[in-house]
């Protein structure tokens, strides 16, 4: 009780500092309904009144940090990270936001409406994987120019002038060698709660990306609204 309790405080303190209209949505600060409204009700009455004073902080509350705090480390049963993700306490009490894989543009919502760029899932093909390695190669090897190309090829979602993803094949062979089939993807995490490296097995063999880059390159190229949120992840074959 008294952790809804301080939520509720926290509640009516940013919409108090806030102001209105509140954007209750995943774009700024939503709460999902629970199933034990009851004791949300009792929260909410025993705190009335009461509000954070003394500052202009924007009393912001996150329900799910990823499985790892930077002020305690891992959240974990085992308080290492060999327990993530199953045995990250989010994961167990069923957070949903937690082990998200994201297409859906967080900014733009409007009602039941979600901007997703004709996706309805964060899974890539075969095709679109390798892509990112060819894009990999080119951002890394390649000039300022060549770099700038690096972006989704959905265009009518974001414009630009992307490499096809054969074209983009193409100047990663051009550049030392393209690739054209992922077998096996793993991670590494690091004691400081982040993904530190992705190993990869291809037509080109094994080779590791520090996990850092991987994540910057798959934002810039990744297709539709398909994005990794935290620099702790994971990749999984379906």
């Not at 774009?27 to 909410?44: H, L, T």
């Not at 900014?107 to 894009?135: I, S």
């Not at 993803?165 to 995490?189: C, D, H």
Request: net charge positive; glycine share 10%; hydrophobic share 35%.
């Amino acid at each position: 009780m008294e952790v809804l309790k301080a939520q509720a405080v926290a509640a009516r303190s940013y919409a108090i500092k806030r102001g209105s209209p509140i954007c209750p949505s995943q774009a700024c600060q939503v709460m999902k309904k629970e199933i034990n409204s009851s004791a949300w009700q009792q929260a909410v009455d025993a705190t009335r009144g009461w509000v954070l004073t003394g500052g202009s902080g924007s009393f912001q509350y996150s329900s799910t940090a990823g499985g790892y705090l930077n002020t305690s480390g891992w959240d974990t049963t085992s308080r290492t990270r060999s327990t993530w993700p199953a045995g990250s306490y989010e994961s167990i009490a069923g957070s949903p936001w937690f082990y998200k894989g994201w297409y859906v543009d967080l900014a733009y919502v409007r009602g039941d409406f979600r901007r997703t760029c004709g996706r309805t899932h964060p899974w890539l093909t075969q095709k679109e994987f390798t892509d990112l390695l060819n894009a990999w190669v080119v951002y890394t090897k390649g000039t300022s120019t060549e770099k700038s190309r690096v972006s989704p090829v959905d265009t009518a979602c974001w414009g630009g002038d992307p490499y096809s993803i054969s074209e983009m094949k193409s100047r990663a062979n051009q550049l030392g060698g393209s690739y054209n089939n992922v077998y096996a993807v793993a991670v590494s995490y690091s004691n400081g709660g982040f993904t530190s490296s992705v190993a990869l097995s291809t037509d080109r063999g094994s080779f590791a990306i520090d996990g850092p880059t991987f994540k910057d390159i798959f934002n810039l190229r990744a297709p539709a609204r398909i994005s990794i949120r935290s620099p702790l992840f994971n990749i999984e074959k379906k």
